[in-house]
């Protein structure tokens, strides 16, 4: 009896050592738009939100570049205890997420699970689009992975997929160019060019987290039939529903409601932007992911 409860009082101790914040990463500021709806439907837990700013933008890298600088982030996260980090950025989900699923993760000695943004907005379109015919605007890096078309494939073979790549966007959304003439001419450019693809779509993912940023500037030129769909909540559904399935990751997570952010670039910079992206004030930290 006695040794039992000296395991209990260990395994209590153990677990208390071992719990840390739920990790939310992107290259820069666009994850904010993923954590917000994070924040607002799970308010309970304790977060993380590491910004990779120093090397924004991922979307014209190369897969070994973005996989590298995805490793670096994600393990900068399980250092400071996370055993649950999400990929707020479409590109990384595209081109590190499974390596580091498949690869890294089965290296680690206790719990860790890294989850993406790509599966939980391509498991659900189908029931947004009647036509059956998507848009993606998306950074060069993610239309180039085919992750899109490919996961849509997966849940709806009935759906065709058709791609734009907007480079440009990302730079402004950084550059706080938001609503400026400059932001308009290529918001107007591409969403023409992604349309006359096809009259029939009557859906257009925003599958850049960055994107939402940009509503204002995306819904003056998007034509009032087409669904723009930004993917905040529903990365924040599925998470909710991911921690109800898994306890053994759940129990891992505290629960304060504490919200930490850091950036690999400078703090007093990312604490004057974010405080426009995530809709209130914050303090950052910066972060030296090369060490
Ligand atoms: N916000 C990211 C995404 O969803 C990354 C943009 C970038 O760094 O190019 O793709």
Same mark, same amino acid.
């Given at each position: 009896? =006695?040794?039992?409860?000296?395991? #209990?009082?260990? #395994?209590?101790? &153990?677990?208390?050592?071992?719990?840390?914040?739920?990790?939310i990463f992107d290259s820069g500021y666009g /994850?904010?738009?993923?954590?917000?709806?994070? *924040?607002?439907?799970?308010?309970e837990y304790d977060y993380v939100y590491l910004g990779d700013n120093a090397r924004v933008p991922y979307g014209t890298r190369s897969f070994e570049t973005v996989y590298a600088y995805t490793k670096e982030c994600v393990e900068k996260l399980f250092a400071m205890n996370c055993h649950l980090v999400v990929l707020a950025c479409n590109t990384a989900s #595209?081109?590190?997420?499974r390596t580091i699923q498949q690869h890294d993760l089965p290296l680690y000695a &206790?719990?860790?699970k890294v989850l993406g943004v790509i599966r939980p907005t391509t498991e659900v379109i189908g029931d947004y689009t009647r036509t059956r015919q998507i848009g993606i605007l998306a950074t060069r890096g993610t239309v180039k992975s085919g992750s899109y078309p490919i996961e849509i494939q997966k849940f709806f073979p009935d759906i065709r997929v058709y791609q734009h790549a907007c480079p440009l966007w990302v730079p402004?959304?950084?550059?706080n160019e938001l609503d400026s003439a400059g932001a308009a001419y290529f918001v107007e450019k +591409?969403?023409?060019?992604?349309?006359?693809?096809?009259? +029939?779509? &009557?859906t257009v993912i925003l599958a850049c987290t960055h994107y939402p940023l940009l509503l204002p500037l995306i819904k003056r030129f998007m034509p009032p039939h087409i669904r723009v769909l930004a993917q905040g909540?529903?990365?924040?559904?599925?998470?909710?529903?991911?921690? %109800?399935?898994? /306890? =053994?990751? =759940?129990?891992?997570?505290? %629960? /304060?409601? +504490?919200?930490?952010?850091?950036?690999?670039?400078?703090?007093? &910079?990312?604490?004057?932007?974010?405080?426009?992206?995530? /809709?209130?004030? *914050?303090?950052?930290?910066?972060?030296? *992911?090369?060490?």
């Amino acid at each position: 009896m =006695e040794n039992l409860q000296r395991k #209990a009082i260990f #395994a209590e101790r &153990d677990l208390r050592y071992e719990m840390g914040p739920i990790g939310i990463f992107d290259s820069g500021y666009g /994850g904010l738009t993923v954590f917000r709806e994070i *924040v607002a439907r799970l308010p309970e837990y304790d977060y993380v939100y590491l910004g990779d700013n120093a090397r924004v933008p991922y979307g014209t890298r190369s897969f070994e570049t973005v996989y590298a600088y995805t490793k670096e982030c994600v393990e900068k996260l399980f250092a400071m205890n996370c055993h649950l980090v999400v990929l707020a950025c479409n590109t990384a989900s #595209a081109k590190a997420l499974r390596t580091i699923q498949q690869h890294d993760l089965p290296l680690y000695a &206790d719990l860790r699970k890294v989850l993406g943004v790509i599966r939980p907005t391509t498991e659900v379109i189908g029931d947004y689009t009647r036509t059956r015919q998507i848009g993606i605007l998306a950074t060069r890096g993610t239309v180039k992975s085919g992750s899109y078309p490919i996961e849509i494939q997966k849940f709806f073979p009935d759906i065709r997929v058709y791609q734009h790549a907007c480079p440009l966007w990302v730079p402004l959304v950084e550059n706080n160019e938001l609503d400026s003439a400059g932001a308009a001419y290529f918001v107007e450019k +591409d969403i023409k060019q992604l349309l006359q693809q096809s009259p +029939d779509i &009557d859906t257009v993912i925003l599958a850049c987290t960055h994107y939402p940023l940009l509503l204002p500037l995306i819904k003056r030129f998007m034509p009032p039939h087409i669904r723009v769909l930004a993917q905040g909540q529903l990365v924040a559904n599925s998470l909710a529903d991911y921690l %109800k399935r898994h /306890g =053994e990751i =759940e129990r891992l997570c505290t %629960k /304060g409601g +504490d919200v930490q952010f850091f950036t690999t670039d400078n703090a007093a &910079d990312f604490e004057e932007k974010t405080t426009r992206f995530y /809709g209130q004030p *914050v303090k950052a930290s910066e972060l030296n *992911v090369l060490i």
